[in-house]
């Protein structure tokens, strides 16, 4: 494909098979194709019949592999790389070889002084090869889509093909049956078309001038598009190749790391990649997770920790047992949502598609209008030409095909190398809608992790660093050492992290519903239920701010209540804010208590919330505010919720259903990155956007200037490129796009 309209032509090739549904990437050079009403998904000879509907339109195709299938794909990357490079190195040669036989023919022809008898015959000699080698691509690619398709198969090449081929036709009769050919004929330098005089009879420079900015703008695109489109082929490219296998008698064994399955153990040493995703078992390292969450910090682990497959081990010895392996893997997951968001299409480039199917037409009768209204007004042919002639080379409207899909291949890779999984297109949509977003409380506003809010003595309230608190404390944490419960290992973390001393405790045992029980220092300590009156009265007051209490009983007597609370995460705030700088009011909901959700809500100054809201009713709340509201979650019961809301975002530490269901993921678990997803959403539109409005409103500007002959048919060459050129160049804009600062 060479333009946009090649795209279309292959789309509603493919759209007329029946039973089939397609959409063609003019920036990728890939067509997806789906089954219009089976969910079975393309049979083997549907497929068949896609590629041959692609032969017949006059075009090469292949089916290409799976991009969950990481050896398939990028055996398939290369040799698409391959074959662009090549196809680069051909333009390239024959843009400077057209270059250099170019730049004599446009200075004889614009530079009186070196216009020396019989020059016309010199620029037309070079200017031959030029016009017809040179530019032998546009001829080329214009014949096999009027071939195949009529009138519906003109695109942008053949508005080149006719400008080229006018402009050398008319010189060439200008030189053999007009005057042009006569010795010490001279051309006038100008920008604007002569409409006097000789040169009105010669556009050798135009043919010339004209095939080498188009060249140049192809080669442009070709390189801007293959630097762009370089996220999937990185992502794939992280895997690590070879895993160390641990086997049944402790002896390793390299495997290929494709080779591994669900429970395998295998080592990683310091200094290489993860194989797969997994669970550690034994050993503790640093985690650099840059190359898939976009973290510049290492992440400290050890036994019992996740890891992620092609993270690289910095410091320690890893044995790590498989828990995901082959498609399931993140990055496997990572690779098919930035290669769905790549190959989809936005509403604005449907719009755009529509636009240059039927522009092509409009501008070749704009053009013939042009030449007959000239001759109407009594200009001879030698000077309507060349408004003829520059309508059809400014009004190509090639930086229409590449206005979206190049803002979407390069906003879409740099959210991958932050960590931001953007689904599809609709998302880019969707963002720019949002007017309030509904957040889950436990695990994404909060750390998901208890810790001590207050320490009571029955009766009084002291601070947490009262001698008997601190005793209470203790005590309890000595007893709670053998428990797994999170309170009991918030309250252990907290006495650690105090350099309290802990006791041996003894004669563990665990009564259901009153708590535990062990001896520890000399006494019997009870920790759990609260049941004197005194500590009743005080659990009231503190279950009012929403948090969870329990009893220390010293040789039954009570003696200390100990109250815990989820924490914020302290990036909580500053997100929240910032998501209101955005103009997206926060809503709160949760299954958690009314007191609870209170507590975190009045803190957090979020003014609704709802509480105690099981999952059917989190899918409820998001219908009834309606469009434009996005949603935040990372647990099973989030993933209705996700789907049916404006715009789902899924916290990348969560399940896999939740990540399944929403349009844009966070790979890092960094509740600052929702942020930086609709930041760089709106981003990617506003540059379709633009890239549209330019491209568009450019070529409606211009033809009025060149029809009624205040714009010479070079300078709508160079500036036909230029637009091109500029619309890549503000797409790349989005490599730039930095994160915002906020870390926990």
Known sequence: MTCAACANRIERSLNKLEGLEASVNFALERAEVRAAESAAGLTEQDAERAVAA????????RIAPDPRAAAAQREADEQREQARDDAARSLARRLWICLALAVPVVALSMIPAIQFPGWQWLALVLTLPVATWGAWPFHRASWLGIRHGGIRGMSMNTLISLGITAALAWSLWSLIFGHAGMLGMRHEMGLE??????????????????????????????????????????????????AELVQADGETREIPAAELQLGDLFLVRPGTRIATDGVIVEGSSAIDTSMVTGESLPREVAAGDEVTGATLNTTGSLVVEAT???????????????????????????????????FVPLVILLSL???????????????????????????????????TPMAILVGSGRGARMGILIRGPEALEHARELHQIVLDKTGTLTSGEFEIHQASVVGTVSPIDHIDA??????????EAHSEHPIARALVAHAQQRGYTLSEASNFRSIPGEGVIATANGHTVRVGRVRSEAGLAELAELEAQGLTSIAVEVDGTERAVLSFGDRIRPVTKRTINALRELGIEPVLVSGDSAAAVGAVATELGIPQAHAEVRPEGKLRIIQDLGPGTAMLGDGVNDAPALAASTLGIAMGGGTDAAMEAADITLVRDDLGAVVDAIRLSRAMRRTMIGNLVWAFGYNVAAIPLAALGYLSPTIAGAAMACSSLFVVLNSLRLNVFRASTMKD
């Open 54 to 61: 692609v032969e017949k339109a006059g075009y090469h195709a």
């Open 193 to 242: 078309l002569d409409r006097t005089g000789a040169q009105g009879h010669l556009y050798l420079e135009v043919a010339a001038s004209v095939t080498v900015f188009m060249l140049a703008g192809r080669l442009a695109e070709a390189r801007a598009k293959r630097a762009a489109g370089q996220a999937l082929k990185s992502l794939l490219t992280l895997a690590a190749d070879r």
């Open 324 to 358: 995901r392996v082959g498609d399931d893997t993140v990055l496997a997951r990572m690779a098919r949502m930035v290669d769905d968001a790549q190959s989809g299409k936005a509403a604005a480039q449907r719009l755009a598609d529509r636009i240059s199917s039927v």
């Open 369 to 403: 209008g042009t030449l007959a209204g000239w001759l109407m007004l009594g200009h001879p042919l030698a000077e309507s030409i060349g408004p003829a002639v520059a309508v059809l080379i400014i009004a190509c409207p090639c930086a229409l095909g590449l206005a």
């Open 470 to 479: 601190v005793e209470a404390i203790r005590l309890a944490a000595s007893v």
